[in-house]
């Protein structure tokens, strides 16, 4: 049997975990810097001004500027971070930060090339870079972290998403209430009904295009067996540590 008590307490931690360590480097965000950001060996003045509606910003880098706005934000932006996607090449980046509401950091990457400031890229929640060309982006899914993987295209120097069918989940619950579990991701071909105090496992989360509480979810029961529910179905049928 699992602690499930100890189990809520430790993944609810971990959203201050995250959020707390969105940056690896442990660096502020700031309004203005100096770097070389195009690898000409010159230093460059870095400003960001005009803050005057919310998500609303000018990016300065010597003397060249672009505007660039958060397109849902409602928390004005705070800052930037320079980062390094991929040390093999010449250039660093500027990550402008709005935080956004419930800690939902929002991010627009930007790359200067000695004439041009260009958008790379919008990322949200918990940005990591590793500078091998490679960001992995984690953010909560109510009761799991759910990480998106991106990759910078080196020809358009933007920032694509690899798409994954499943995202793995990997959380133990009880099960408060018994419910089916199916064969496909559909309501027909029961696989088992879950019995009420045993344990299962939630195993990978099908996301779907369609309003919250439809995603699918594979689950693996304590005998054994293995099926699709739907969110809504868990939400007060599993003793999970939900939280926003």
């Known amino acids: 049997m699992i602690n499930t008590r100890l189990l809520q307490i430790m993944l609810v931690c971990s959203i201050g975990i995250l959020s707390s360590f969105s940056w690896s480097s442990g660096e502020k965000f700031?309004?203005?810097a100096q770097e070389d950001l195009d690898g000409d060996g010159n230093i460059e003045d870095i400003l960001l001004s005009n803050i005057?509606?919310?998500g609303a910003f000018i990016l300065k880098v010597g003397e060249f500027s672009t505007k660039g706005k958060f397109q849902s934000a409602l928390e004005d932006v705070d800052g930037f971070i320079i980062v390094d996607i991929d040390k093999s090449d010449k250039y660093k980046e500027v990550a402008v930060h709005t935080p956004g509401l419930s800690a939902d950091d929002e991010y627009l990457i930007f790359w200067y090339d000695g004439k041009l400031i260009k958008e790379m890229g919008y990322l949200?929640?918990?940005p990591l870079f590793y500078g091998n060309?490679?960001?992995n982006v984690d953010a909560w899914m109510g009761f799991w972290p759910i990480r998106e993987k991106y990759v910078l295209d080196k020809n358009s120097r933007t920032l694509q998403q690899v798409p994954q069918e499943f995202y793995y989940v990997g959380v133990e619950a009880e099960v408060i209430e018994s419910f089916p579990i199916y064969k496909t991701r559909?309501?027909?071909h029961v696989v088992a009904h879950l019995k009420?105090?045993?344990e299962c496992l939630i195993l990978v989360c099908d996301p779907s295009p369609m309003p919250p509480g439809d995603d699918w979810y594979l689950i693996k029961s304590?005998?054994?067996l293995v099926g699709w529910t739907q969110e809504k179905a868990i939400y007060d049928k599993l003793f999970l540590p939900w939280a926003d």
């Open 133 to 135: 060309g490679i960001v």
């Open 30 to 32: 700031v309004t203005s």
């Open 52 to 54: 005057t509606e919310p």
């Open 186 to 188: 559909g309501v027909s």
């Open 124 to 126: 949200s929640r918990w």
């Open 196 to 198: 009420p105090k045993s």
């Open 222 to 224: 304590a005998t054994g």
